[in-house]
């Protein structure tokens, strides 16, 4: 079946604006994560869901961060007032029930001018 | 909340010969230690798991090993190719179902 997809893959966008990224987690897996990706390093925690709630928030970095999954299944992460230090590889990852194996998106790679 | 430490950041070994990775968490209550390989501009890949309750896990070429008193586990790789060069990350999975990850290891294999 199909995997877990992200869009846009690139994402260039200029200090000070407002973008928006999504994660299609693979049918029927209740569990999706956000996670940021910087060059050389892993991936850094930022949000858990599980169903249409977040579970677990605790690794977004500031309140310009913002996730939403309102039906249980597409996610958008969305921030606010870009910052040059926002860009990174944006991954998604989901599960069958968060106790099981994740499995990750491509990722978004998002620049700020 | 946990910290997973990951060692070496770079590793060279000659094609066929083994290469070792080892992690170190700190959450002794974390109980799921998935290991994943990611290729240059690609998404990790999962390449093996290990769970608290087992010691050791094989699958062909690929071994995972958990000590679970001093809080480490390894990726061991025997006969290594060309095509396992990439960057491996180990991650520990806590009961709140959160991940924590290594900040990986570099592996380049020489033919």
């Known amino acids: 079946g199909a995997g877990v997809s992200q869009t846009p893959s690139n994402k260039v966008t200029e200090k000070g604006k407002y973008v928006e990224l999504r994660c299609d987690p693979i049918s029927g897996h209740t569990a999706l994560y956000w996670y940021r990706q910087s060059l050389g390093q892993g991936p850094e925690f930022l949000i858990y869901f599980q169903g249409t709630g977040a579970a677990d928030d605790s690794g977004l970095p500031n309140d310009r961060f913002f996730a939403v999954r309102p039906e249980g299944s597409v996610s958008t992460l969305k921030i606010q007032r870009t910052e040059r230090g926002d860009s990174a590889v944006y991954l998604c990852?989901?599960?069958?029930?968060?106790?099981?194996?994740?499995?990750f998106g491509p990722g978004t790679r998002l620049t700020v001018l | 909340g946990e910290n997973v430490e990951q060692h070496p950041s770079t590793l060279s070994v000659q094609e066929g010969d083994s290469a070792v990775i080892k992690c170190t968490y700190s959450d002794s209550a974390s109980n799921y230690f998935p290991w994943y390989k990611q290729e240059l501009g690609k998404r990790p890949q999962l390449i093996i798991d290990i769970r608290s309750n087992v010691g050791e896990k094989k699958d062909q070429r690929i071994a995972v090993t958990l000590n679970k008193t001093a809080k480490h586990f390894s990726l061991h790789i025997t006969e290594t190719q060309p095509e396992d060069s990439a960057v491996y990350f180990c991650?520990?999975?806590?009961?709140?179902?959160?991940?924590?990850f290594g900040t990986g290891t570099s592996l380049t294999v020489i033919p």
């Open positions: 991650a520990a999975q806590n009961t709140g179902n959160q991940f924590y």
């Open positions: 990852a989901s599960s069958l029930d968060g106790a099981d194996t994740q499995y």
